[in-house]
C-alpha cells in the first residue's frame, strides 16, 4: 500500500484543458513536493509547500497543501503538450530524511 | 554544471553477477540516497546516507547494500543481483536541511 495515493493514474486531455491532480495520504508531512518527470530522465522538482492551506503558483500551474498537511493538488490551468510528463508527489517526514513518493500521475496533452 | 551522475546508465547481467552502480554530485551536498522506480509503485527509497560513513535503510534495502567513504560518491552495491531487482534506478541528493532533491538520469537495470 502507498503511503501515497495519487489519482488519476493516468490522464490524457486536450491541449488548452484545465486538469486536477490529486495526492492523498492519512500521515501529517513536515514538507510536500511536486516533482515532474520526463523519459529518460530524473524528476525535477516543481514546488515544495510546507504550511497547511498553502497555496502557490507557477504560471499555468496552481498547488495546494491541505490545512491538515496530509493531501495536495496541481491543477493546470489551459493545459499544453509541453506539460506532457510523469507528475510526482513527494512526502517529508522526519526533518525530510524520510522522503516518500506517490505512483504517479501520467499526463498527455495533445495538440 | 551543478549535477548528480550516475553509471551505468543501463545495464543488462545476470543472476548472481555482483555489481556497483555509481553516483558522483559536484554540489557538496551532504544528503544523499538510491531509490528504485518500478511501474504502479513509484519511487521507492532503498538506502540514504546524511554524510561520510552515516547510511541508513530505506524502505525496501533487501538485496543492496551502499557505502559513503567521500562526500560525493554513494555507490549501490548489489552483492547477488535477483531477476526482482530489474529496475529504474535513481541517486539524488540534497542539502541537509533542504528539501529540493536533485535526481541522476537513472540507470535501467535488467537482470535475467
Known amino acids: 500500500t502507498q503511503l501515497l495515493e495519487q489519482s488519476p493514474q493516468f490522464l490524457s486531455i486536450q491541449e488548452g484543458e484545465n486538469l486536477t491532480v490529486y495526492c492523498n495520504s492519512s500521515s501529517v508531512f513536515s514538507s510536500l513536493q511536486w516533482y515532474r518527470q520526463e523519459p529518460g530522465e530524473g524528476p525535477v522538482l516543481l514546488v515544495t509547500?510546507?504550511?497547511?492551506?498553502e497555496v502557490k503558483k507557477l504560471k499555468r500551474l496552481t498547488f495546494q497543501f491541505g490545512d491538515a498537511r496530509k493531501d495536495s493538488s496541481l491543477h493546470i490551468t489551459a493545459a499544453q503538450p509541453g506539460d506532457t510528463g510523469l507528475y510526482l508527489c513527494a512526502g517529508g517526514r522526519y526533518n525530510n530524511n524520510d522522503m516518500r513518493f506517490g505512483a504517479g500521475t501520467r499526463l498527455t496533452v495533445k495538440p | 554544471e551543478a549535477q548528480v551522475t550516475q553509471n551505468p546508465r543501463y545495464l543488462i547481467t545476470v543472476t548472481g553477477k555482483k555489481l556497483t552502480v555509481t553516483c558522483s554530485q559536484n554540489m557538496n551536498h551532504e544528503y544523499m540516497s538510491w531509490y528504485r522506480q518500478d511501474p504502479g509503485l513509484g519511487l521507492r527509497q532503498i538506502y540514504y546516507s546524511m554524510n561520510v560513513e552515516v547510511t541508513d535503510k530505506g524502505d525496501v534495502p533487501e538485496g543492496y547494500k551502499v557505502s559513503r567513504k567521500e562526500k560525493r560518491n554513494f555507490p549501490l552495491i548489489l552483492e547477488s543481483p535477483s531477476p526482482n531487482q530489474t529496475s529504474l534506478y535513481f541517486c539524488?541528493?540534497?542539502?541537509?536541511?533542504?528539501?529540493?532533491?536533485?535526481f541522476g538520469e537513472g540507470s535501467r537495470l535488467t537482470v535475467l
Open positions: 539524488a541528493s540534497r542539502i541537509l536541511q533542504g528539501t529540493e532533491l536533485f
Open positions: 509547500v510546507v504550511t497547511g492551506g
